[in-house]
């Protein structure tokens, strides 16, 4: 893998330890019925903290930390976010004091979620705010980071999920790194399918595997938060923000969302969700979680099952396990 330069010249922390697996699911293929041979690949197994596909970004968002002289990370998300818990896990391999903000309201002492139990026990300090409102989120964070350096510390501050083109170029890194897997193996075009609620991680492997010769992958953005026409405008700009480090521009074109599978909104369970958990689980032993990963599986369940999508078919198991034990 040869990694484009621009990203070759950010500072980084490195996290991982090698390649995530990439391994086929014969069994599953063969329980959906359709003209599919489908991959999985294994984010959830990168090394720290029940792993998840945000250490990509992570590498990056805490080597701009470190080389800005900071001492200690600031971010936010939902009670149940992957990216807090991995940034957690991060500030305490990298030596640095995390703050996490939670979307609120607080769960009664003992009660607390599981990333949250997770988020304390890797040594963050957790905020939960009042409300579930976005602003006062934002404003809490803001708050926080003041009062750190009215203290003399060094903040820095994530946006939610890690996004941004310098979060996102490891999961450029990651596009490159499943091209030259599925060569490896033989495979030739293929449908990434991948859980997408900010647009980073879709953003970012669009832009990979547009550097992989031949560029012969798709990326199919499972929403498992905001509807496509929300979505697509984020990752449109996202790539825009790519090309200086990445050399490359996929067209918008190439954006394809299905934002079928919200069901009742993010965080909330789904029949169709529920089935795709307990078909992974019974033909192939692995687990993804009601949150994120099990309404993509669904989406591309139903997708094989009605013929829209065949073929060679990768599925982006991006983390998320405890949220197998969230309170939802």
Not at 120 to 140: F, Q, Y
Not at 282 to 288: D, K, P, Q, S, Y
Request: negative net charge.
């Amino acid at each position: 893998m040869v990694v484009p330069p621009g990203i070759e010249r950010l500072p980084r922390f490195r996290l991982l330890d090698g390649p995530s697996p990439l391994t086929r699911l014969d069994r599953f293929s063969a329980a959906l019925d359709g003209e599919a041979e489908v991959w999985i690949k294994r984010e959830d197994l990168l090394p720290l903290a029940f792993g998840g596909n945000k250490l990509r970004n992570l590498e990056f968002l805490v080597g701009a930390a470190l080389a800005d002289g900071a001492d200690t990370l600031i971010t936010s998300g939902r009670r149940w976010s992957n990216h807090c818990r991995l940034t957690a896990a991060a500030g305490a391999r990298a030596g640095l004091a995390v703050h996490l903000v939670l979307t609120g309201p607080p769960k009664p002492s003992g009660q607390e979620g599981a990333n949250h139990v997770l988020d304390e026990l890797l040594g963050a300090t957790v905020h939960v705010t009042s409300t579930d409102d976005r602003a006062e989120r934002a404003a809490t964070v803001d708050r926080i980071a003041t009062e750190l350096r009215e203290a003399g510390r060094r903040p820095f501050v994530i946006d939610v999920g890690g996004g941004g083109p310098i979060g996102a170029a490891g999961q450029v890194l990651a596009g490159l790194e499943v091209a030259d897997q599925l060569a490896a193996a033989g495979v030739g075009a293929a449908t990434v399918v991948v859980p997408t609620a900010t647009g980073g991680t879709q953003a970012g492997l669009l832009t990979g595997l547009a550097l992989a010769s031949p560029p012969t992958c798709a990326v199919l953005g499972m929403a498992v938060a905001s509807p496509a026409a929300e979505l697509g405008p984020a990752i449109d700009g996202l790539l825009d923000g790519l090309v200086g480090l990445a050399g490359v521009r996929p067209p918008s074109e190439a954006i394809a969302i299905d934002d079928d599978q919200i069901g009742e909104g993010y965080g909330r369970p789904s029949a169709a969700a529920d089935e795709a958990t307990r078909l992974l689980a019974r033909t192939e032993g692995l687990l993804v979680d009601p949150i994120y990963t099990a309404k993509a599986l669904a989406g591309l369940i139903a997708r094989v099952r009605d013929g829209r999508l065949g073929g060679s078919i990768v599925f982006w198991h991006a983390g998320g396990t405890p949220g197998l034990f969230e309170r939802l």
